[in-house]
C-alpha cells in the first residue's frame, strides 16, 4: 500500500544527491531522461500504424461532460505542459540567456504540444472516446491492445517521463531558495555554494527534505497535484500582473523580449490562473485550503526577514 510513496521518496532522494555532487550531472541527468523520454514516446506512437485500419475505434461517439470534469481535466492538461518557465530559474547559468532563454521556452512548449496532442491522438484511435474514459491506466491498454505483452514498455515509459520532471524541478526549483538565500540574512544558510561541486547543496537538501516530507503526507500523486494547483497558478498570477506593475513602474526599464500581443496575453493569461485557482477550490475545497493556509504562514517569516535585515551577500 505504501509502495508508491516509498519509491517516489527514493527517486527524490537519489536525484537530489546526484544534484548535489554536480551542476553537471544533474544536467546529464536530465538529458538522459528527455531522450529516453522523447525516443520511448516516438516507439508509441509508432506503434499505432501497425493497428489494424478495420480494428481501430472510430471515434463517432457524442461526448457529454460537466463543468467540474472540465475543470479537472484543465488542471491535469496544464500540468502536462508545466516546467515551460524553469529555465528562467536558471537563467544566470544559461549561455546568451538574452536569445536561449526565449528560443528554449518556445520550442520546449511547441514540441510538449505537439508530442501530448500526438499521443492523445494514438490512445483515442486504438481505444476510443468510450475505452479511454473507462481505463484506469490508458497508455498501458493502448499498447496492450496493439502489441499484447508491451504493456511493460510504457510502464517503464511512464516511470522515466515521471522521473524527467523531478529531476527538472529538482535541478532549478534549489535556485529559487539559493537566490532568497542570498537576499535575506533570515535565511542565509540555503545561500550555500559549494566551492568544488559548483552547486547550492543547502536549498537542495532543504528542497529534498520538504518534498519527500510532502509526498509522504499527500499519499497519492493526484492529492499532491490537487493541493498544489492552486498555490503554484496564484504565483503565476502575481507573475503575470508584476508585468503590468513594471511596465508602470519602470518604464524605461531594458527589455530583450516585448510580449506579443500585450496586453491581450497576460490579461488572457491571469484570467486563466485565476480559473484554474476557481478549479482546485471546486474540486477539493479543503485540500486546497490547507495549501494555501501552509503557504501563508510564511508571511509572518518573511515579515521577520525583513526586520532582521538583508544579507551581505546582495
Known amino acids: ?9 527514493f527517486a527524490i532522494f537519489v536525484l537530489t544527491a546526484i544534484n ?10 536530465q538529458n538522459v531522461l528527455t531522450a529516453s523520454k522523447l525516443i520511448g514516446m516516438l516507439l508509441l506512437l509508432t506503434m499505432v500504424f ?8 472510430r471515434v463517432t461517439e457524442s461526448v457529454a461532460g460537466s463543468l467540474s470534469g472540465f475543470n479537472l481535466a484543465l488542471i491535469l492538461v496544464l500540468f502536462t505542459y508545466g516546467g515551460w518557465n524553469e529555465i528562467a530559474f536558471v537563467a544566470a547559468e544559461v549561455k546568451n540567456p538574452e536569445k536561449n532563454l526565449l528560443r528554449s ?25 468510450a475505452g479511454v474514459a473507462q481505463s484506469s491506466a490508458v497508455a498501458f491498454d493502448a499498447v496492450s491492445k496493439v502489441w499484447p505483452g508491451a504493456g511493460v514498455f510504457i510502464s517503464a515509459l511512464i516511470c522515466v517521463s515521471a522521473l524527467g520532471a523531478v529531476q527538472g524541478l529538482i535541478f532549478t526549483g534549489a ?40 509526498v509522504v503526507i499527500a499519499g497519492s500523486f493526484n492529492k499532491a497535484l490537487i493541493y498544489t494547483t492552486a498555490v503554484v497558478w496564484s504565483f503565476y498570477l502575481l507573475t503575470g ?5 513594471l511596465r508602470w513602474r519602470m518604464p524605461d526599464l531594458p527589455r530583450p523580449y516585448f510580449v506579443f500581443g500585450y496586453p491581450f496575453t497576460p490579461i488572457i493569461f ?21 495549501a ?23
Open 241 to 245: 500582473l508584476s508585468l503590468f506593475v
Open 20 to 29: 548535489c555532487i554536480g551542476a553537471r550531472h544533474g544536467a546529464r541527468a
Open 175 to 214: 535556485r529559487i531558495s539559493y537566490a532568497f538565500g542570498c537576499e535575506h540574512a533570515l535565511f542565509h544558510s540555503l545561500a550555500f555554494f559549494h566551492e568544488k561541486f559548483k552547486t547550492p547543496v543547502t536549498a537542495l537538501i532543504v528542497q529534498g527534505a520538504l518534498s519527500i516530507a510532502f
Open 105 to 129: 521556452m518556445v520550442a520546449g512548449t511547441l514540441a510538449v504540444a505537439v508530442l501530448y496532442i500526438a499521443i492523445n491522438f494514438a490512445f483515442m484511435y486504438v481505444l476510443g472516446h
Open 292 to 314: 494555501f493556509a501552509l503557504s501563508l504562514a510564511g508571511l509572518p517569516l518573511f515579515w521577520l526577514s525583513g526586520r532582521i535585515g538583508t544579507n551581505d551577500k546582495i
Open 50 to 57: 501497425f493497428v489494424d485500419s478495420d480494428s481501430a475505434v
Open 270 to 290: 491571469c484570467l486563466s490562473c485565476v480559473f484554474l485557482v476557481y478549479s482546485a477550490f471546486t474540486y477539493d475545497f479543503n485540500g486546497t485550503l490547507i
Open 1 to 9: 500500500d505504501h509502495s508508491t510513496v516509498i519509491l517516489a521518496s
